[in-house]
Nanobody, 125 residues
Framework: QVQLVESGGGLVQAGGSLRLSCAAS????????MGWFRQAPGKEREFVAT????????YYAESMKGRFIISRDNAKNTVYLQMNTLRPEDTAVYYC??????????????????WGQGTQVTVSS
């Protein structure tokens, strides 16, 4: 079993930045694909970004390209999401997820086996 714990969320003004962290425990996630998703109030959960096992490949939802950066430190068993130029519409609970069967890139939440509890990000206008 892998436990994922997100942190780094909070309240920020539009145009600001936040860095989310996802710390894994229980097993090493070095060979797992990792992803970030988010869910805004009244909306379905949506894909944000994914990173392959080595960190050499990443993929983003269109509205996050150029603003968000996903990265990982396998030595620390941690994945990060740097969020820049935040907008009020980025307000959501952000979740990290792990795919234990593959180290590739996945944008579908159905491909992920483990999920964190989420961290709230609120962007004020």
């Amino acid at each position: 079993q892998v436990q994922l714990v997100e942190s780094g969320g909070g309240l920020v003004q539009a145009g600001g930045s936040l860095r989310l962290s996802c710390a894994a425990s229980g097993r090493a996630i070095s060979y797992y694909a990792m992803g970030w998703f988010r869910q805004a109030p009244g909306k379905e959960r949506e894909f944000v970004a994914t990173i392959n096992w080595s960190g050499g490949y990443t993929y983003y939802a269109e509205s996050m390209k150029g603003r968000f950066i996903i990265s990982r430190d396998n030595a620390k068993n941690t994945v990060y999401l740097q969020m820049n130029t935040l907008r009020p519409e980025d307000t959501a609970v952000y979740y990290c997820a792990a795919n234990r069967y593959s180290g590739s890139l996945y944008y579908s939440e159905n491909k992920y086996d483990y999920w964190g509890q989420g961290t709230q990000v609120t962007v004020s206008s």
